[in-house]
């Protein structure tokens, strides 16, 4: 069974008001900010939401969004599948200042309407969620590169018993370069 693709806006006060749920997809392509961060945009967000009231009469919402993603290993510079697992739960408010007198541990987003899109409540959720770097899991990366990282890692693994004793220092050598060096002061 297929899920439902979610609509691009909805009326956040209703939902709310109704203590509304949301379950269904929306496509990747939609959240423009967060596929410059990946490889491709094909997939899809699913998402789960629920609206409720908050304090001060506010729309509360909470849910969890999961995707399947690509992004480009930096290790072997090819596509490497990311997992993106979050749950979010935010309070709209109506006014830059409403959100500056939320309390510090609330989340928040503004929206002076109704109506609100639904990508803007979700893509910096998405965003957070993003590893640093992508990159595939050990020991699965393909390119010369990748394996050449991994024979490191187990010959490093192999010379030390399994512990890292030796602290990696790239620079190490240039000590002996400037050892041999006489520097003269010019008059």
């Known amino acids: 069974m297929s899920k439902a693709t979610l609509p691009i806006q909805v009326n956040h006060r209703r939902l709310a008001s109704d203590n509304a749920k949301l379950e269904g997809i929306i496509p990747l392509q939609r959240f423009e900010r967060l596929i410059e961060l990946l ?4 997939g899809e967000i699913e998402v789960q939401l629920e609206f409720r ?5 506010r729309t509360l919402v909470v849910g969890s969004m999961r995707a399947q993603v690509s992004m480009i290993c930096q290790n072997c510079m090819a596509p490497a599948p990311i997992e993106l697992d ?4 935010l309070t709209v408010v109506s006014s830059e200042e409403a959100l500056a007198a939320l309390h510090e541990d609330d989340d928040g987003l503004v929206c002076e309407d109704e109506l609100i899109l639904l990508v803007d409540l979700l893509e910096d959720e998405l965003m957070l969620a993003m ?6 899991g050990e020991g ?4 010369a590169a990748g394996q050449a990282i991994k024979s490191q890692q187990v010959k490093k693994s192999v010379d030390t018993g399994g512990a890292s004793k030796d602290t990696y ?7 002996g370069l400037t050892s ?3 520097l003269k002061k010019k008059d």
């Open 140 to 143: 699965e990366c393909q390119s």
């Open 86 to 89: 979050t749950i979010l739960r």
């Open 39 to 42: 490889e491709d945009d094909a």
């Open 180 to 182: 041999g060096m006489v």
């Open 169 to 175: 220092r790239p620079f190490a050598d240039l000590a």
């Open 131 to 136: 590893p640093m770097v992508g990159k595939h």
């Open 53 to 57: 009231k908050g304090r001060k009469h």
